[in-house]
């Protein structure tokens, strides 16, 4: 099956920009999605179809997707932005059609 | 304004049978595209996409639980009911049901349910 890696945390100050990958096999062919969650709290999601953001998220929030990494960033990060980040995308390249999580990552605002 | 909520029992016994209903409102399951999905996330650890059911009552399973997963729809009272069999410890999680934008390829999940918290001990 689709394996997606992900950093395990991104720590860094507020106002520098955060980048947090999203690794798979040729990922670059796939849409690739991204959720925020914050403690306690439901999955919200943040980027999708590799770079267009739903209504009411910061443009502070992009995403890119090529080769095979796809990446998040968050400029001018912010301490409401600490949270967990997870990659998603579509698969069928088993036998199986699925929706496949990344092992998320850790955002921490010092 | 699409809206989805999880009910079902908090605590279960291991070897019983879970299931969980997710009521949802803003969206109909009989519009063509629309698809609701399970996922589920043990304690301190990441999303575990389950199950998905399209609203033309096609369905996809996770490969690792596939025998254990029945996903079914009722279109008129805007239900979806998740049921997963023979239950183990490790299947403690916060379970979530999310509108899924779709159909198949490409699709995500763009609503949430804030998702119901599931212990099973005996």
């Known amino acids: 099956s689709y394996v997606l890696t992900q950093p395990p945390s991104v720590s860094l100050a507020p106002g520098q920009t955060a980048r947090i990958t999203c690794g798979g096999n040729n990922i670059g062919s796939k849409s690739v999605h991204w959720y925020q969650q914050k403690p306690g709290q439901a999955p919200v999601l943040v980027v999708y179809d590799d770079s267009d953001r739903p209504s009411g998220i910061p443009e502070r929030f992009s995403g890119s997707n090529s080769g095979n990494t796809a990446t998040l960033t968050i400029s001018r990060v912010e301490a409401g932005d600490e949270a967990d980040y997870y990659c998603q995308v579509w698969d069928s390249s088993s036998d199986h059609l699925n929706w496949v999580f990344g092992g998320g990552t850790k955002l921490t605002v010092l | 304004q699409i809206t989805l909520k999880e009910s079902g029992p908090t605590l279960v016994k291991p070897t019983q049978t879970l299931t969980l209903t997710c009521t949802f409102s803003?969206?109909?399951?009989?519009?063509?595209?629309?698809?609701v999905g399970w996922i589920r996330q043990p304690p301190g650890k990441a999303l575990e996409w389950l199950a998905l059911i399209y609203w033309n009552d096609d369905k996809s399973y996770s490969p690792f639980l596939k025998r254990r997963l029945t996903i079914t729809k009722d279109t008129f009272k805007n239900q979806v009911v998740l049921t997963l069999t023979n239950l183990d410890p490790v299947d403690t999680a916060t379970y979530y049901c999310?509108?899924?934008?779709?159909?198949?390829?490409?699709?995500?999940?763009?609503?949430w349910g804030q998702g119901t918290l599931v212990t099973v001990s005996s």
């Open positions: 803003g969206f109909s399951l009989s519009t063509s595209g629309v698809g």
């Open positions: 999310a509108h899924n934008v779709g159909p198949y390829y490409g699709s995500y999940f763009d609503y």
